[in-house]
């Protein structure tokens, strides 16, 4: 028998050494991670819950003669799962003042009473989705699940077992992202389980705008769904989850919301402003010939221009970075009105701004941002949509703002409401710079109003009327000024 060179027994042994070294490392670092990502479950989840979003929601500004919503988990019923990156606790909730909302597929001829909700609608129901990412930060939100009357006859009206991550393969409807105060903020259309388009409730609100008949174009809307918004009020036994069914009044319908497909239309001009003798115009039989119209009347027809920013934020992400949302900053908004303290939409070619900024002050550091929503492309009246993208706005001068002190898990919400936004298409009458402004202040809750104002062939939310309906709230100031510039 031959004995092996002690040199190789030597090289196999430090081989051996090495590859014990590597998989203790690849098992310590393993560790490592598993030790930084925190497991979310039902019990932290409601600690974090009745530590912080319970006496965040009993701080929200509501309007005057209202009282702030109360929500109640069911947390015996929770369900706890892993989605992509986060952590998600999913748990069945009832407001004390309890909403459910229906849809009707309808058309522009119906004129049906509304009834009470069916049977399958009374099959809806609500459930708080909490959010914990990598590193360890909670969110949450409230999602309603519809689903449509042929999968809830299937199924016996009840729908209850399905999950976010874990939906029928037959489940059709809809799923209606809300804030904790009940306002919805986003619709996700579901079809055999998928989630084929999703909608700005923005969007959804808007209604067809009045046609101008002196315009060259027209936007022509039919009317595809409507959605009903019905209120029942609850009475709760107990003050922290509710032990059974609450015991509960009449359905109320409270709002419906009309949702319109729209298309632009080329009019041809008026010949009578060509020939006001001509046949059928007043001229032809002595009548008064046509005016002019006044340049300054909203009626009037001009071109009205949205441009892209002019600093463009590339990275939404990367330009909130700085922020820590595990402490407590300051939500500003600012309202450049075309108009100084006026509801007006327009003055002149000034449609006016509206900002957003946020602030936190970490060890004696200031940090500070500031964005508006833009298109990517200039949008006019005949042409008032494009892809939507922030802007960097610092420097920009303002007639009224409000500042709303907000805690470290509602800042991660409002910035998830901003990186939504970017995936939307800007709209010069329906989802503007307004627009998501009053979504970040209806999430931070501050229930500010989706008042609109006419402009040329058009109307929308905007600054003039945002700068005055945040008059009514605290936190305000109505005195003109510049936005500060970014701090790190």
Known sequence: MKLRSPLAILLLLLLAGAGTFLACRKDAAKSEQAEKTPLFNEKIARKHFYKSVRPAMEKVTVAPGQKAPKLYPKWDLAQVYISGDYQIVEVPVYWENRLLITTRRTTIKDTAVRVMPSMADMGNFNRLVMYMDKQGRITQRVVSYLPDSAYMSRHHNDASHNTLNKLDKDFSGELIHRNLQGEPFKFLKVQEGKVRTVQSYN??????????????????????????????????????????????????????????????????????????????????????????????????????????????????????????????????????????????????????????????????????????????????????????????????????KLEVDVPGWQLQSLFNTLYYAVGLDFHMDTYNCTTVAIEVLNDAGIMIPYSTSLWYAGGGCNPGALGEDMKSFSGVSAVPGVIPVNEN
């Open 203 to 400: 969007k959804a609100r808007a209604a067809a705008r009045k046609n101008n008949p002196d315009a060259r174009w027209e936007e022509r809307c039919t009317l595809v769904d409507t959605k009903e918004t019905w209120s029942q009020m609850c009475t709760i036994a107990t003050v922290d989850e509710p032990d059974g069914e609450p015991n509960c009044g009449d359905w109320v319908l409270v709002e419906v919301i009309e949702i319109y497909e729209c298309e632009q239309v080329w009019i041809n001009d008026d010949p009578c402003w060509i020939n006001p003798a001509g046949p059928g115009c007043p001229g032809a039989d002595g009548g008064p010939e046509p005016q002019e119209p006044d340049p300054n009347d909203y009626q009037t027809q001009r071109t009205l221009r949205h441009y892209p920013a002019i600093w463009p934020i590339l990275n939404l992400n990367v330009y909130l970075y700085p922020f820590n949302t595990n402490s407590g900053g300051k939500l500003i908004v600012y309202a450049d009105q075309p108009v100084a303290g006026s509801r007006v939409g327009v003055n002149g070619y000034n449609m006016g701004h509206t900002y957003i900024s946020f602030e936190q002050v970490i060890n004696g550091n200031t940090i500070r941002r500031t964005m508006g929503y833009y298109p990517t492309t200039t949008v006019t009246n005949s042409n008032i949509t494009s892809p939507g993208q922030f802007g960097n706005d610092m420097g920009q001068e303002y007639d009224v």
